[in-house]
C-alpha cells in the first residue's frame, strides 16, 4: 500500500552560523495523521517546526506540501497553521475575534464569521457565552481552547502544535490531551504535534518520532518506540529501563560485560544473538522483571541486593542493587506486591518476549 | 493589614503634595482668579467680571490659538508617522544599536533648546549655511528659508522628537513577537498586522507620546519667534506679550485658561483611554 503524504521533507538542513541545528532531514508526514516529535530541548524540534510553518527558512533542502514546494513561502500565505507554545492569543480582542481573525483576513463577511466561531465554540464544548468574553477572563484550558478554535477557524491543511500544554498543570494537561486525541480524530485533520514529555507522545500520537542533536532517532508507534527501541538514547528516553551490555560469543551465545546476566539457552533460537565479537544492549522494562523463588527459572536471571521501595500510585517501584553495584528497577503493580525486606538478596528473571536487543553501542 | 498600607502611602506623599500644592496648584489658581478680574489690574481683590474674556473673543486671539493647536497637530501626526519606522527598530530589530541611538537623542537634550534653534537660525537663514553653499555650488539665490509656517512646524518637529520616540518605542516593545507571528501564521500580511496587531497593542505609547508631543507642541513658543519670526503668532506668544508689554494680566490669565483647559482636556480623555501601569512595565 502507498500512501502519498501530505507533507515531504526532503534533506532538510538548517544551520545558525557554524552550528547545525539540523541535520538533513527526511521525513513523509502521512495525511489524517497525528505525528507527535519528542526530544529533549536542544533536540532541534524547535528549529524543525519553524521551518515547517514558515517562520524560518531552511539552509538546506525541500518542504513538499503535496505537490507544492513550500519552503520559500513565508507563514502568512501557507496553508498550514500552528498553536503556539504561549498559545498567542491576542490580549486586545475578545475570544470571538480572537476565533475570526483568519477568516476576517480572508474577508469572509461578519455575520458568517460569527456563526462559524459559535460552531468551533461548541465543537471545543466551550459556552456560547464565551464568545463575548475577555481573553484574561479565561482559565488556562479555556485559552487553550480558544486558541485551538482560532487555529481550525483558519482551516489549515495541517495543524501544528509547539508544546502547547506543557505551563499546565498535570491533571488539565491530562484532560486535555485526551480532548486533543478526540479531536483529531473527529476533524479528521493531520496533526503535528511538538512535545519533550514522553507521556504526552504516547497518549496522542499515531506516530511518534524521536529526535536527538538535530536527527531523527526513530520515527515508530507507540507500542515500537518502547517495546522495541534502535538506540540506547531511546530506550532510555520512553521511561524506565534496565539495560545490559553484551557482546556475542564464539558459540553463538551472549556474554554480559557489566552486570552478571545468567542466559538460559533460549536465547539464540528465537534471535536475541550476536555474531562472535559484536556487541550490543540487552533490554527490558521494569514491569517485565520478576523476583524469583529459589525454584522458579526465566530465561535471563540476575542476583542482586534489594535496596529500596517506592510507591508510585498504582505501581510499586523496587531498586535492586546488582553484584557490580548498579541498580536494576522492577516495578509491580500494587496487588502483585513483593514481601521481600530491604537488603536482603533477591534473584530476578525475565523472559526472552519481553526482552529486546539494540544492536551495536 | 491593607488599611495600613493605604495609611502608609498616604503619609509618605505628603511632603510631594504639599510641594504640589504650593507650587502648581496655587499658581493655577491665581492664574484663574485674575482671568476673571476687571481688564489692566495688578490686584486680585476687585470684583469679578468676564471681561478679559469677552475681549480674548472679540480681538481675534482665536486665531492665535488656532494657529497653536493647528501646527501642535500637524507636527504631532508627522512626528508620529516618522517615529514609527524608527521606534519600531528600536523596540524589534535594534539590538545594542538601540541604546547608542538613544543616548545620541537624549544627549541632544543636554543643549538647551533655545541654542539648537539658534543653530538651526544659523543654519537656515540668507547666508547661512543651506543657502549660502547652494549659492556658492549652483549660483542660485534666494531669501533662505526662513519664517514661515513650515518651519515652524519643522522646529517642533525637531524639538519634541524625543518625547514621541520613546513612549512610542517603550509601546511597541509591549507588543508580543508570537501574537504578530501568529496573525501572520494566521494569514495576514504586513499591513494587517501593523492595522490588527502593532497598532492597537502600541495604543498606551502612542498615547503617550502624542499627548506629550502635541500638549508641548501647543503651548511652544520659541520656534515661532525664532524660526517662524513674525510669520503667525501663538498662543503662548500673545499669554507672553499680556503678561510682558500689555501689563495685563487678566487679559494674559483669561488666555492660558483658555489654553489650560483646552490642552488638559485633551489629556485627560488620552489618558483615561489608557493604562499607565502597563507602559511603565507592570504586567496588566
Redesign the interface.
Known sequence: MTITPILRLKNLVKRFGSFTALHETDLDIIEGEFLTIVGPSGSGKTTLIRLL???DSPTEGEIWLRDKRIDQM????RPT??V?Q?L?????RSVGENIE??LK??GVRASDRRLRALELLELLRLPDTYYDKRI?QCSGGERQRVALA??LA?DPEILFFDEPLSALDYRLRKTLEKELKDLHSRTGKTFVYITHSLEEAMVMSDRIAIMRAGRFEQINDAEGIYARPESKFVAEFMGEVNLFDVEGTSNGGLHSKGVEVHVNGAAQEIGIALEKGDTGTLMVRPEFVRFLSSTETTDFIVTGVLRGEYALGSRIQYQVEAADGSILTVEKLREDRYEGALDESVILGWDVENTHLIRGD | MNRIDQKLGLFSAIPLLIVLVLAFVAPLGVVALFSIMPQKTFSVLNAPDFSAYATLLSQGYWKSLAWSLGMALVSTVTLFLLSWPLAFAMAKVFKRFTLVLTIAVVVSLFVSENIRLFGWLLTLMKGGLFEGHIRAWFGVEFGGVLYNVPVIIFGLIYVYFPFMLFPLAQGIAMVPDDARQAASDLGASRWRILWEIDLPLAAPGIVVGSLLSFVLAAGALAESKLLGGQAVIVMADEIETAFTYGQDWPLGSALSMVLIVIIGSFAIFGISKVDLDSIMGRRR
Open positions: 510553518v514558515g517562520m513565508p507563514a502568512n500565505t497553521c500552528m503556539f504561549s498567542a492569543l491576542f490580549p486586545h481573525f483568519p483576513i480572508r484574561h482560532r487555529a483558519f
